[in-house]
């Protein structure tokens, strides 16, 4: 009776440590498609580099309106300030507006874009991008469109997570 | 009895001039496209300095296009723990430390070494190209045949590719108009995709290609000298969209 007792309770203790693990993160790459849509928060570019706009990274996407060199040429600036190392994902609709990054006014340059897998047409462009902490700044344009929409996500459930994986 | 049944399983296996699959066709889109942010109309586009520029010429001869297996594997990784050198890997390709995206299969040929060679299984001829005018292209002639074997193809190929550019450009930086040309030789533009020819296949397949180089092609380059060399890497790292229909 003891022993049924134990093993039950045995039983009973390891489905609990066996049951379901955390909650599985939506994927930045299929959240970043299903805000296509949305125009976001909306906000004006800095004219340079010293006057970008804040931005963010979140759930949320942002519309960012340009500024006019007066020659129908649209440019902008617009920035992140991050507290701790952070691995991030950015998305545009708008190929090739981006065209520039900055950390802490040092240009250190864009690594390549591919499109979102996920919905490459609405997508067309994203930039996987290892934040330390600091201000990083976005260059847009020379572009011949006024607007750029853009999510700027944490990179969190975008790649396999291999304990998550063990622990299933 | 037993004679009619071993003739009509000898019927049913893949015998000479039969394959897992046929590929019908292969379809190639290629022309000149700016992209959304860059593009001014009537041909003019925009660069990075912003200097607006427009394409008098982006002619290309391409020898043959190949659907490539990569022999003497044992360069497989898994891309969610990516071999030295190379991060965030998703969607078919890998981030180098360069900041460069490289196609899994390009990785896999240099993890195995020496021995490993990408073998063509498939190919049809392309000739001209007029990539200002845009060309869609059905290449129907498949050789050695269209009836593929088994293969895991890694990699498409545009094989044989010589380029010449010619081009003028005004504004942003430069003084007055400036114009300038450039021919340039490729061995071959690839581009990694996966498709696994097996019993389990469509049996009747069309591979799509798409060739469609933007405006950064030129961002970060004087119009007055465009360095070939770097060209030809750029036109390498935007690569090709291919799509199994």
């Not at chain 2, 044992?74 to 180098?96: K, Q």
């Amino acid at each position: 009776m003891i022993r049924s007792k134990v093993m039950w309770t045995g039983l009973a203790l390891g489905l609990v440590a066996c049951g379901p693990g955390p909650e599985a993160e939506e994927d930045p790459s299929e959240h970043a498609c299903e805000q296509v849509g949305s125009e976001g928060a909306m906000v004006s570019a800095g004219a340079d580099a010293d006057s970008a706009a804040a931005v963010g990274i979140g759930e949320e996407p942002w519309t960012v309106a340009l500024v006019d060199d007066g020659e129908g040429v649209y440019r902008g600036f617009v920035e992140v300030t991050v507290d701790e190392e952070a691995d991030t994902l950015l998305f545009t609709t708008v190929e090739g507006a981006v065209t520039g990054l900055w950390a802490d006014g040092e240009d250190v340059g864009l690594p390549s874009a591919a499109p979102n897998a996920d919905c490459p047409d609405e997508i067309p462009e994203h930039w996987d991008l290892e934040l330390t902490p600091g201000t990083w700044t976005l260059e847009l344009g020379p572009a011949a469109v006024d607007t750029v929409w853009l999510i700027w996500l944490d990179a969190s459930g975008h790649a396999h997570d291999e304990a998550q994986e063990e622990a299933l | 009895m037993r004679a009619f049944f071993a003739m009509f399983l000898a019927g049913c296996t893949t015998g000479p001039g039969t394959g897992f699959a046929t590929l019908a066709a292969v379809e190639l889109d290629a022309g000149f496209a700016p992209e959304v942010a860059r593009d001014l109309g009537d041909g003019w586009f925009l660069v990075d300095s912003g200097a607006r520029m427009r394409l008098d010429a982006f002619a290309a001869e391409v020898g043959r296009v190949a659907l490539q297996e990569l022999e003497g594997r044992g360069g497989a990784f898994d891309p969610a723990s990516p071999p030295p050198g190379y991060t965030l890997c998703h969607g078919g390709h890998c981030h180098s430390d360069e900041g460069r995206l490289v196609d899994y299969a390009d990785i896999e040929a240099e993890l195995a070494g020496e021995g490993a060679r990408f073998a063509d299984v498939a190919w049809a001829a392309v000739g001209s190209l007029d990539l200002l005018a845009g060309e869609a292209l059905e290449l129907g002639r498949v050789e050695p045949s269209p009836e593929l074997p088994a293969a895991d193809l890694t990699r498409v190929a545009l094989q044989d590719v010589r380029i010449a550019l010619a081009w003028e450009a005004t504004g942003g930086p430069l003084d007055g108009v400036v114009t300038g040309s450039a021919e340039l030789a490729m061995t071959s533009l690839t581009e990694g995709f996966e498709l696994a020819v097996d019993r389990d296949t469509d049996p009747r397949l069309r591979v799509g290609i798409s060739w469609t180089p933007g405006a950064a092609l030129f961002d970060d380059m004087d119009p007055a000298a465009m360095d070939a060399d770097e060209l030809a890497a750029r036109l390498q790292e935007r690569g090709l969209d291919v799509e199994v229909r």
